[in-house]
DNA sequence: CTGAAAGCGCTTACAG
DNA sequence: CTGAAAGCGCTTACAG
């Protein structure tokens, strides 16, 4: 015999009594629940997860799932686990574990959901790196459990999602730069899938609209979450009959390159080329002149897409504001020395 | 009537036959299976997890404990993603899920095991940032599931870890350094608990004392996973009657701060003190003098942890070389131009 | 090759 | 406040 029977036994007590006491039930005498409480403790006795979700119905378990690819966890700039921090602290704080459930860029992101869902092993789940079309949202919401994203997406409709504002932020750039005299705005997107490319792509482009700019497709750049993806684009950008005089950065990183080049052609950030980088980063933060960028908080992002997720949850639910959420969080500009007015005094 | 035995139903034979289709057992007629196995995959069928862990008494699932502190998650260094990376494959490749669990720093980590553990979540489990003393491990072999640490620790005696090679790389550090006329050689070391400080610190006197060189305590700097823990310490190294010409850092990124503190003062990176880092990596790699340093691969370090669970695992050990393994990664140097006799020429 | 039935270790109405 | 018993959804000897 073992488990919760053996335990049950050794105490004179039924099975059903053990559970009431371990689980917190109000209706168990006092001095019952503590010499349960106390031979638990003792002899390191914990309900077998299996069995116990299998009678309620429930794991207390949340699954974050994000996927593996070989550019991005190896990169300085993989920022998941601090947002894995903050998601951690508020899901632990309700009773829940947090699995993250990391997905190989080389498997079907689809089929790997479908799998934990369709288990049932997880009771709630956070999506990362969303797709402007992704299959997995509409596989979410057809599976019932609550589920947030991390990113937009068109698939799906009115579903959770927290994101970062990629509008707000460009906006502010691009009225940071013409502010300061410059035209000829140049931008690096990321060049993976993800859909936060195509907003950033696209808040680009309307607030160029907004200041009557042209908006000309060379001044797009694709870049890789790579320090060097920055220098190769420098000469590009300046070796042409209108040149740019100021380029914003998706990944700051890529700043690093950049300086390099500049210096090699003896060329100063911020007076030759103004940059502007999206996520203010440790790695950037040692570069000379300091990089203007935006900041955020890392955890707190993690926090609100927990937060999201507990608003849909059955037994969390109650404690938080009804409904679907879809929040952007805004981050704030952290003015640098890497951007000024055009050397060139154009206005 | 839901999961299997609806299933069942709808295809007129009986749940133990979807089952053993389901799971592949021989013993079952083509054309049945082949019919079960169409109609699962139509209605997304995939059996319940908990029933299925309760009535095996197996998840085929792994963990792997990492402890989150707001340092390490928000570092350029953080590297366990690219462990991970190499982990889930070869798990994946044994049919087995990765959760990675995500434990605060804040919360007594030896509980936050324990859960897991006494719960029956896992059937193996790999753990991260042992300890010199680190109750976890004797928990885990009191519980009789398989696990391996990254990393060392003197409790529990012969089990299965994995650990780099960090006297192999200061032997080689030190080596190189003394052969190129440096007697004052520094350190750093990290700043935290895990017990790969005190190996590191320990393979620095022995390699030290290999050289007949003396040990002087005030040349072992302890410092964090951040770029600015480099430049306060120059003045310290210089600025000393006998003053330091080599360094050693466990965490590359502190170099960052370093060459701008030697810049500072006038001073040159591998001409006016030699230094040499741990691990190669992406922040450092655009440094100029570029760094001396060695290179590991992470998503290795992960496979090597992973095989070696997979070893000690019943359903997988028999495809494995038995028993404890335990080994030092080995790391190799990759030359840069930022070590070299000392300015002095002291011989 | 297939099915009826026991059993995995819990939780939870139900009855007292 | 407590216990006997059913049930959660699977898997797997056992019998045929």
Redesign the pocket.
């Known amino acids: 015999m073992?488990?919760?029977?053996r335990l049950a036994r050794e105490l004179?007590?039924?099975?059903?009594?053990?559970?009431?006491a371990?689980?917190g039930?109000?209706?168990?005498?006092?001095?019952?629940?503590e010499k349960v409480l106390e031979a638990a403790q003792r002899l390191g006795?914990a309900?077998?997860q299996?069995?116990?979700s299998?009678?309620?119905?429930v794991t207390h378990s949340v699954g974050f799932m994000i996927e593996l690819d070989h550019e991005s966890t190896t990169s300085t700039d993989y920022f998941f686990m601090g947002v894995v921090e903050g998601m951690q602290a508020v899901l632990a704080a309700h009773g829940l574990d947090l699995l993250v459930l990391p997905c190989a860029k080389s498997q079907d992101n689809f089929t790997f959901l479908q799998r934990f869902v369709s288990r049932g092993a997880v009771d709630g789940m956070i999506l990362a790196e969303t797709r402007r079309i992704d299959r997995r949202i509409e596989l979410m919401q057809s599976s019932g459990i609550p589920f947030v994203t991390l990113g937009r997406s068109d698939s799906g409709g009115g579903y959770s999602w927290i994101d970062l504002d990629f509008e707000g932020v460009m906006a502010t750039a691009v009225d940071r730069l013409v502010g300061q005299g410059h035209r000829r705005i140049a931008v690096t997107v990321p060049s993976n899938d993800a859909n936060y490319g195509t907003i950033f792509a696209q808040a680009y482009q309307d607030s160029l609209a907004r200041h009557g700019l042209a908006f000309d497709e060379e001044l797009v750049f694709p870049t890789r979450r790579r320090e060097d993806d920055g220098g190769s684009l420098v000469d590009g950008l300046l070796d042409r009959p209108d040149p740019a005089t100021a380029i914003i950065l998706f990944y700051e990183v890529t700043a690093i390159g950049i300086y390099r080049r500049l210096a090699e052609r003896g060329l100063t950030p911020g007076r030759d080329l103004s940059i502007i980088g999206f996520r203010g980063e440790e790695s950037v933060r040692f570069l000379a002149p300091q990089v203007t960028c935006f900041h955020m908080s890392l955890p707190d992002l993690g926090t609100a897409a927990a937060r999201a997720l507990l608003a849909q949850m059955p037994l969390t639910a109650p404690a938080f504001s009804s409904g679907v959420l879809q929040r952007r969080v805004p981050l704030s500009l952290v003015p640098g020395e890497s951007d000024g007015p055009p050397a060139s005094g154009v206005r």
């Open positions: 073992r488990g919760i029977a004179g007590v039924s099975t059903a009594t053990v559970s009431r371990l689980n039930n109000p209706n168990v005498n006092k001095a019952t629940r006795y309900a077998n299996a069995a116990r299998l009678a309620q119905g």
